[in-house]
């Protein structure tokens, strides 16, 4: 008697919290069951069965709701890099650069997926190691529609396995902004692979996976990072200034004019990186609720703000606002806000884009200027200045209310209290800057050694379409 | 026969354009080109680089003409194309010696 009436309390809560709408019709039949003399151990089993399958309807409903946004997500996390990055990228270079541009961002969907899926995932994503995965998903083994309960309880572990990969398509992608009109292809084929494996994953795995060192739940140091601050943009934007340091200047920088050949196609581009960016940072809830609306709200935000900052601090010194300091600040904030997404509320979401937009505006200005590096589509001034505001800012402004990460009731940034949690960004972001240095400097000497990394003076004034591809992006007589 | 070679603003084209169409001229042939005279070119600023473009967008004209028609050319161009700013271009004439239809191989001021 006594489990039975359990169960029918159960039931009706189950019913009234997991499933609002139908509630109404089944809760009415209940009262008569549990007035029923239900003291017969056939009436308990039926309920028990009932019970049971009402849970995995619950279940289904939920994991078809997360997994519906999961896959949008991850699409447009693809859309991102193809075709966001590669017309953002593409528009910026001179006319001969743009199909080398374009073609380097999308070698990366083919070539990281498939190391993706021989292995890439599992050193990311397999076992608990304190620095890198294991090999137990070696070519996707035990990877299917069944979830992965340490990282995502609702969605197949397919889904999640997929939109990881788009981080990770992306990310190395980003780079070739720094080394744009004269990074040999081969070069960049040969560069990926090896940044891939030796910073990219293992990074990925500290800072996302399960036992990683910066592990926000769990971790040695805490490092708050929702979509990918200090993986995704602290890597790349680090990675792209020892490129562009490693590589040297472009022929003729900074005497020669090497302005954007088609701004329009660089303002598509950056229009549907913007877009693309609900699925990174609101995706990275790994489901449908709250989270994801919370994340979602503060991206857009971000983006908005920054693309006012720099607009502003543009206007301010040149008199004018122009379309490419707009878009290049909607990218900025976009950075930014990347590891904050999901912590932060709407107002710090505007605090941060804000500051974001003026200082990337700043750093690709004023700092590129002063130091004389050729990052040529300002690969680092974006993507490694963006995320390290952007991480350090995380700490600053997250709050529980948004995601109580750390436990119920305990604070999470400063704005809760926990001014500890800046110093923990702190060392996230240090340790990813160090480790995206040191990685990338041993690759760039295995590069130049096998295959080269620069193209020769030639074939960079000749152009890279053309040397490289052997066609043209625009061939005007036909 | 003189041949008349006008550089304008691109801006004035059309104007030009039909008012030589109106003053019975039935041919032309239109460039665009690059150039600078004694106008100043302008600076763009991109991500805080600066490049001054002193070869500015101009539009060439160019026609040959039956000897009683260049008067009325050249004033209609002058009438026209003139904003009265710096870098409204300049008009240059020169004879011609021969003019040859390639379909039926006719020859002076009948091939114009």
Redesign the interface.
């Known amino acids: 008697m006594k489990h039975a009436v359990l169960c029918c309390c159960l039931f009706v809560s189950l019913l009234a919290v997991a499933v609002p709408l139908p509630a109404q019709a089944p809760a009415s039949t209940t009262p008569a069951s549990a007035s029923s003399p239900a003291g017969s151990s056939d009436a308990s089993k039926e309920l028990n069965d009932k019970l049971a399958q009402l849970d995995q309807k619950v279940a289904a409903a939920q994991s078809a709701g997360d997994n519906a946004w999961m896959l949008t997500s991850a699409a447009l996390v693809l859309m991102m890099t193809g075709p966001g990055l590669a017309l953002f990228y593409g528009g910026l270079v001179r006319r001969k650069n743009t199909l080398a541009i374009m073609m380097q961002s999308f070698a990366m969907m083919g070539l990281i997926t498939v190391l993706w899926a021989i292995c890439g995932y599992s050193l990311a994503f397999g076992g608990d190691g304190k620095f890198i995965g294991d090999l137990s998903h070696v070519f996707l083994r035990g990877v299917g529609v069944a979830p992965n309960a340490d990282y995502s309880a609702t969605i197949p572990q397919l889904t999640f396995m997929v939109y990881q990969l788009m981080f990770a398509v992306i990310t190395p992608a980003l780079i070739t902004g720094a080394t744009a009109e004269r990074m040999k292809f081969s070069g960049t084929v040969l560069f990926m692979t090896l940044w891939f494996f030796v910073v990219y994953v293992p990074l990925a795995h500290m800072v996302w996976g399960k036992g990683g060192l910066l592990n926000a739940a769990g971790g040695k140091f805490p490092c708050l990072d929702f979509a990918g601050g200090t993986v995704v943009h602290i890597t790349s934007g680090v990675s792209a200034l020892v490129c562009a340091l490693y590589m040297g200047k472009r022929v003729g920088f900074p005497k020669q004019p090497m302005p954007p050949h088609s701004l329009v196609l660089s303002f598509i581009g950056a229009c549907l990186l913007w877009v693309g960016w609900f699925g990174f940072n609101a995706g990275s809830a790994l489901a449908a609720g709250g989270l994801a609306s919370s994340a979602f709200v503060a991206t857009h935000f971000g983006a908005a703000a920054a693309a006012f900052g720099w607009s502003v601090a543009e206007w301010f010194k040149n008199g004018k606002a122009s379309a490419l300091g707009a878009i290049s600040g909607a990218v900025a904030g976009l950075v930014a806000i990347t590891p904050a997404a999901g912590f932060v509320r709407p107002m710090p979401a505007l605090v941060i884009g804000l500051i974001a937009g003026v200082f990337c505006y700043l750093m690709v200005t004023k700092v590129k200027a002063l130091f004389g590096y050729d990052d040529a589509l300002d690969a680092f001034g974006v993507h490694g200045a963006g995320g390290t505001i952007g991480a350090l800012l995380t700490g600053v402004f997250a709050q529980a209310i948004v995601n109580p990460i750390f436990g119920d009731g305990k604070p999470v940034g400063a704005r809760d209290g926990n001014w500890g949690q800046v110093g923990n960004q702190l060392i996230g972001v240090l340790f990813s800057w160090g480790f995206a240095l040191v990685g990338t400097i041993v690759i760039l000497k295995i590069t130049d050694l096998i295959t080269g990394f620069r193209v020769t003076e030639e074939h960079e004034v000749e152009g890279l379409d053309i040397t490289q591809h052997g066609e043209e992006a625009y061939y005007l007589e036909s | 026969m003189m041949k008349l070679e006008a550089i304008i603003q691109p801006s004035r084209f059309e104007s030009v354009k039909d008012a030589l169409r109106e003053a019975g001229i039935e041919g032309m042939t239109v460039t665009e080109v690059r150039g600078h005279g004694r106008q100043k070119g302008h600076t763009?600023?991109?991500?805080?680089?600066e490049?001054t473009v002193d070869l500015l967008p101009k539009i060439k004209l160019e026609m040959v003409l039956p000897d009683k028609l260049v008067n009325t050319v050249v004033d209609t161009i002058l009438k026209t194309a003139k904003t009265g700013k710096i870098g409204d271009g300049k008009i240059f004439l020169s004879r011609v010696e021969e003019a040859i239809r390639i379909r039926n191989e006719e020859r002076g001021e009948s091939a114009l």
């Open positions: 763009e600023v991109y991500r805080g680089r490049y």
